[in-house]
């Protein structure tokens, strides 16, 4: 049986992701700062036997996270396959505009990036050795579409989307597969989601049914005909996926476009025509 590892294992994404790979027949390992919770939802979703267990580590340890890595690797096994989508500094708060921001700012907005090329370095040779594996990134839509009322959030999303696909060119030859999810909404569930809810400014019509977006990235990774995909909320066009992030943000609503994009390659055909 192969084994997964689902790092950012929060109560959205993260936790579909887990539950989907175990669907798919892979034991599970859960790194978050809080493994417990994330691990008991597992097994209330798919049962007290689950072949699952958790970890504890912050990503932006690095020695933690190298523990918890060679912990997976002992109790699990060697992996076979990367989920890295641990939540961005300052998600889901008030950014200043990206003509306002400064270094600080964009240092603070990368700090999740510089793990992925950790987790990478550290289970790619067991892969190489196997000639197989696949590792799979979320980013935001914001990585090929200018939403410059983002700020500095948009430094990582692009960073990370760049990473993840060039990070493919390179592996393709070892038969070892790197895509990104740029998502496109907000993850029904997750804690920004709650966060929002609570505060009565999370709109449904906008949201991101979590179980459909760990689908789409399990289908990326096994028909490997492409490094990317951009997920959304299905009724809606580009336009009211900015003006969604629009309301969330609380900044003036973008202009909207007649056209509507489904896919992150019209996305990039739209940035570079605005």
């Known amino acids: 049986m192969p084994t997964a ?12 992701m887990a539950r989907r790979l175990v669907r798919a027949g892979y034991r599970v390992a859960l790194l978050s700062r809080q493994p417990g919770r994330h691990l008991d939802a597992l097994r209330a979703a798919e049962g007290p036997d689950v072949d699952a267990a958790a970890f504890a580590a912050d990503v932006r340890d690095p020695a933690a996270l190298d523990r918890a890595l060679d912990e997976v690797v002992r109790e699990l096994g060697a992996i076979d396959f990367v989920y890295y989508g641990p939540s961005p500094h300052g998600v889901g708060e008030a950014q200043a505009p990206l003509d306002q921001v400064t270094g600080a700012d964009v240092e603070a907005a990368l700090t999740l990036v510089g793990p992925a090329a950790d987790v990478v370095a550290k289970v790619l040779p067991g892969m190489r050795e196997r000639g197989r594996g696949a590792f799979l990134f979320t980013s935001a839509v914001s990585a090929v579409v200018p939403i410059p009322a983002l700020g500095a ?34 993850i029904e569930g997750s804690d920004i989601h709650t966060a929002m809810a609570s505060a ?18 399990l289908r990326l990774t096994r028909r490997r005909k492409a490094p990317e995909a951009l ?25 909207l476009g007649a056209r509507k994009t489904r896919t992150a390659g019209q996305a990039e055909k739209a940035g570079r025509a605005a």
């Open 5 to 16: 590892v689902v790092i950012g294992a929060g109560p959205g994404l993260g936790l579909a």
């Open 153 to 186: 959030m948009t430094v990582p999303a692009a960073a990370a989307r760049t990473y993840a696909v060039t990070l493919n060119a390179a592996l393709a030859p070892d038969g070892i597969y790197a895509g990104v999810l740029l998502v496109g909404g907000l």
């Open 200 to 217: 009565g400014g999370a709109d449904p019509a906008y949201l991101l049914d979590p179980e459909q977006v760990a689908d789409a990235g």
């Open 231 to 255: 997920v959304m909320p299905g009724r809606s066009g580009w336009g009211l996926t900015l003006l969604l992030i629009a309301r969330l943000l609380r900044v003036p609503k973008p202009r």
